[in-house]
Every structure is written in structure tokens, then in C-alpha cells.
């Protein structure tokens, strides 16, 4: 995850559209083409859908673009007749009825990014019995029917404690900021991270933090922390949002800019790169938009015949004090995640082409 709201969305209510009514669920269409004549088979002309479980987020919204673009060069190439988002608005009912909509209007491939990681898994399952290729990415679900593409959370926190661990010279005080308690995302990422803090027994976790990844909360529970251990070497971060929180109340009481780690959240970037020249130094990585991208170029592969991995671990991006200037948009919006390109040959690899 990243520092979007977080996943495992609970069920709220029952989605209204009948199965074969879509039209009344919120669809973002990109193309209204359907399918005429070819063989699934011949990976040619594929009903494409995405089902994800909200659009709103700035992450969501930049990852559709990258999918639209993708699909742009599809449709040219023959392989790709429509492509249509299926928003479920936060709920898991309405997801899983949007996915068996799919599955009655005999979509070829179904791309998922999940709202709980075991809900879905029987609609899915379906999907898969009908003959229909489903690739999930971002927020995974548990079932070993579908393609899974994704990062490594547990890595994600061991490279942020890491590289904490090495600035700090193995020693010091510091406050571990974590997202929501019990989201698996977050807890992941703390056990990547707990398990390299525990080989330094000269740093010390004052305050271990849980906070929403956004702002205002994150400010709110740092500050708190804060006041009561003024004297920390540093933060581990693992969400963008709570990097920002942390770094913005450092800035704002004008005290010491103790080292951060963080991820791709614009914000938390720009205020990295404003206070370079006065010695404050980070790390970050990133649940790159390019993911949803890669779900799809897996699904036309296994169209097309291609031993798709049933796993596809995307590496995770590393940015730092060098190569910062490569990643912060200062023209963008704060709540925007920059991110670099994948090369093709590199997406062509992971997917086993």
C-alpha cells in the first residue's frame, strides 16, 4: 500500500445493479466497442476490465491514466477492443457484483485491485472458471486462481529501516510511524522494518505511532509523540503522508531536521527538497501507478500463450538524496505520487515474456 486510504474495505451495502444492468453502477467507460467475431484465443480484440474498489484517490486516478495510455497503444496493435473501469465506491459488495457483471458479459480479461483479500476470492474464482484471464495488482487477494502483481511490503519497511539504522551509526532514539493497527499492509511493512531494528540494540523505539495515512491525523499523532521524546535521531515513516506530518511539525517549531524515511508523496518530496541544502536527508520508496500497467501487459501475454508467473514481484523503486531531483514534481500537487517510466524489456521480464 501506500499512503492512499487504507485497503480491506468492509462490505457496507449490497450493490442495486442487476447483473446485466451495469449501467447503473458507476462505470467509467473508455470505449464502448465490443468485442466482434475473435477468438479469445487469438489474444486479439479483448473486452478489458477494471475493477477496482474506489477511483478517488489521486494514486488511483494517476494509475488509470497509465492504463489508459497502455491500452491506447493496445487498441493500435489490435489486441485491445474496450477497456472500462468498474468503480465500487469503497464497497466490497458492490465489487463483487461489478466482477460478476463481467463475468456475465463475457469480459476476456478482468483486472482487479482488491477491497478485502478474501472477499473477492469466490467471484474471482469464478471469473477464472469461465474461461476468463484475471489479474490482480495493488491490493492483492488471497486466492492462487488468479495472477498477482505487487511489492514486496515487508522489503518495503526492512530497505527504510536499513538505511535508518546506517545513517543513525546503529544507535539512537527514534519514533516509528505506522500506518492504521491491524491493516496488512501496514503491519507488513513494520515486521520488514521491526526485523532489521531488532539486529541494532542500540536504537531505541520511543513512540511507535499509528496513524491513517493522511495528514492531518499523522501531524496530530506525531506531534503528540513528539512532545513527549524531543530528543530523537530520527523517524521511520512508512507512508509518504506520515513523512510529510513528521517533517512539516519538525519545520514548523523550527527544531532539528532529524533523518525521515518516506515514499513518493509529492508533498513530503518537495519539503525533501527544500530543505536539502540545510543537511536533511532522506530515503523513499513508492507502490509504483506502473503496477496496474504491468497487470495488464500480464494478461495479454497470458492470452497469448506466455507461462505468466502466478506472482509477479515488481521491484521497489529507491529514491534518494541523489537521484531525488529525478522524482519531485514541484508543479504538481502535493497528494500526487511522481514516478519514473518502466522500460518495456523490464515489464517483458517480470511477466516471463
Not at 493522511?214 to 501531524?219: E, G, K, L, S, Y
Amino acid at each position: 500500500m501506500n499512503t492512499r486510504p487504507v485497503r480491506g474495505v468492509v462490505a457496507v451495502a449490497a450493490c442495486v445493479c442487476a447483473l446485466m444492468a451495469v449501467s447503473a453502477c458507476d462505470v467509467q467507460s473508455d470505449s464502448d466497442t465490443a468485442k466482434s467475431g475473435e477468438s479469445a484465443s487469438a489474444a486479439k480484440d479483448l473486452k478489458v476490465g477494471w475493477s477496482t474498489i474506489y477511483l478517488t484517490p489521486s494514486w488511483m486516478q494517476q494509475t488509470l491514466k497509465m492504463l489508459q495510455t497502455d491500452v491506447t497503444k493496445l487498441k493500435s496493435a489490435g489486441k485491445v477492443s474496450s477497456f472500462k473501469t468498474f468503480n465500487a465506491n469503497g464497497d466490497t459488495s458492490q465489487q463483487i457484483s461489478q466482477i460478476r457483471a463481467m463475468i456475465q458479459q463475457k469480459y476476456d480479461v478482468i483486472l482487479v485491485d482488491a477491497g478485502s483479500a478474501t472477499a473477492l476470492n469466490p467471484a474471482l474464482e469464478q471469473a477464472v472458471a469461465a474461461g476468463i484471464t484475471v489479474v490482480a495488482f495493488d491490493s492483492l487477494p488471497t486466492s492462487k486462481k488468479v495472477v498477482r502483481v505487487g511489492t514486496d511490503q515487508k522489503a518495503w519497511g526492512a530497505m527504510m529501516a536499513t538505511w535508518l539504522a546506517k545513517k543513525l551509526d546503529g544507535k539512537g532514539s527514534i519514533i516509528a510511524m505506522n500506518g492504521p493497527a491491524g491493516v496488512a499492509v501496514s503491519e507488513d511493512r513494520w515486521a520488514g522494518a521491526d526485523a532489521v531494528f531488532k539486529k541494532y540494540p542500540d536504537i531505541k523505539i520511543v513512540s511507535n505511532v499509528h496513524s491513517e495515512y493522511n495528514i492531518a491525523p499523522a501531524a496530530q499523532s506525531f506531534a503528540s509523540a513528539y512532545s513527549a521524546n524531543p530528543d530523537i535521531d530520527g523517524v521511520f515513516s512508512q507512508g509518504g503522508a506520515l513523512s510529510a506530518a513528521a517533517l512539516q511539525t519538525l519545520i514548523k517549531q523550527d527544531k532539528k531536521l532529524v533523518p525521515i524515511t518516506g515514499e513518493n508523496y509529492n508533498g513530503f518530496l518537495k519539503m525533501w527538497k527544500s530543505k536539502q541544502k540545510a543537511g536533511f536527508s532522506s530515503i523513499a520508496t513508492a507502490q509504483p501507478n506502473y503496477l496496474g500497467v504491468i497487470a495488464l501487459e500480464a494478461a495479454i501475454a497470458k492470452e497469448e500463450g506466455v507461462k505468466v508467473p502466478q506472482d509477479v514481484t515488481v521491484p521497489l523503486p529507491e529514491i534518494t538524496d541523489a537521484n531525488l531531483s529525478e522524482y519531485v514534481k514541484t508543479d504538481q500537487p502535493d497528494d500526487s505520487y511522481p514516478i519514473n517510466d518502466i522500460p518495456q524489456s523490464q515489464i517483458d521480464k517480470l511477466i516471463g515474456k
